[in-house]
């Protein structure tokens, strides 16, 4: 049996392969999420939130494995917001807010969720990491969204441009935080050659 794969169903918004901005349809989709403030590249918040993300998330896999219907855990996203949207394009991550996320498979409910993070808990010392992992529904809708090759940091152009001109030039407004979805592992790949979905909620002004 092929596993389910977000990336394969969901090609538009985890495969794109557009390096100019576009807009997309954002369905309803389910996550289990961790909300915190602060630099990710420093905080140790952020750390833990990732690491409970991902002790939770690879639980339910090998319940929903053992029970016969497989997937593939999705990548790391994030939700991101500030007080002065300025503060992304001029990268002043301290006063950075975040949802980190991993998207779930619609057949995975509340009750697969709490069994998993129970089960997570009883193999961490920071069981109040685990605690923070909730689930949350987010339905974007109409968003624009562009594939962002390079380091994170090399980000603000294109938020700019974003901002100042394709929003502007499309009588486009804000609708939601700033989607980042993560598709290269840090960790194993040269920032130049990070691969990263840019996505913004947007409206008509």
Same mark, same amino acid.
Request: proline share 5%; with cysteine.
């Given at each position: 049996?092929?596993?389910?794969?977000?990336?394969?169903?969901?090609? *538009?918004?985890?495969?794109?392969?557009?390096?100019?901005?576009?807009?997309?349809?954002?369905?309803?989709?389910?996550?289990?999420?961790?909300?915190?403030?602060?630099?990710?590249?420093?905080?140790?918040?952020? #750390?833990?939130?990732?690491?409970?993300?991902?002790?939770?998330?690879?639980?339910?896999?090998?319940?929903?494995?053992?029970?016969?219907?497989?997937?593939?855990?999705?990548?790391?996203?994030?939700?991101?917001?500030?007080?002065?949207?300025?503060?992304?394009?001029?990268?002043?991550?301290?006063?950075?807010?975040?949802?980190?996320?991993?998207?779930?498979?619609?057949?995975?409910?509340?009750?697969?969720?709490?069994?998993?993070?129970?089960?997570?808990?009883?193999?961490?010392?920071?069981?109040?990491?685990?605690?923070?992992?909730?689930?949350?529904? #987010?339905?974007?809708?109409?968003?624009?969204?562009?594939?962002?090759?390079?380091?994170?940091?090399?980000?603000?152009?294109? #938020? *700019?441009?974003?901002?100042?001109?394709?929003?502007?030039?499309?009588?486009?407004?804000?609708?939601?935080?700033?989607?980042?979805?993560?598709?290269?592992?840090?960790?194993?790949?040269?920032?130049?050659? #990070?691969?990263?979905?840019?996505?913004?909620?947007?409206?008509?002004?």
């Amino acid at each position: 049996m092929t596993a389910y794969d977000l990336k394969r169903e969901y090609k *538009a918004l985890y495969a794109p392969k557009n390096t100019d901005w576009a807009i997309v349809d954002a369905p309803e989709q389910r996550f289990i999420a961790v909300d915190g403030r602060g630099d990710p590249n420093t905080a140790e918040e952020y #750390l833990r939130a990732v690491q409970a993300l991902y002790s939770v998330a690879y639980t339910v896999k090998f319940a929903a494995k053992r029970e016969g219907r497989d997937f593939v855990v999705g990548p790391l996203e994030g939700l991101w917001w500030a007080d002065d949207p300025e503060a992304f394009t001029s990268r002043d991550k301290d006063s950075w807010q975040w949802t980190m996320m991993i998207c779930q498979p619609e057949w995975i409910g509340a009750s697969a969720i709490a069994e998993a993070k129970a089960a997570a808990r009883a193999k961490k010392k920071r069981v109040g990491d685990i605690d923070r992992v909730y689930r949350k529904t #987010l339905h974007e809708g109409t968003s624009a969204q562009v594939l962002h090759v390079g380091s994170y940091d090399d980000e603000g152009p294109i #938020l *700019a441009e974003l901002h100042e001109k394709y929003m502007p030039g499309n009588g486009l407004e804000f609708a939601g935080p700033h989607h980042e979805i993560y598709l290269s592992d840090p960790r194993k790949t040269e920032a130049a050659r #990070l691969r990263t979905v840019l996505r913004q909620p947007v409206k008509a002004a």
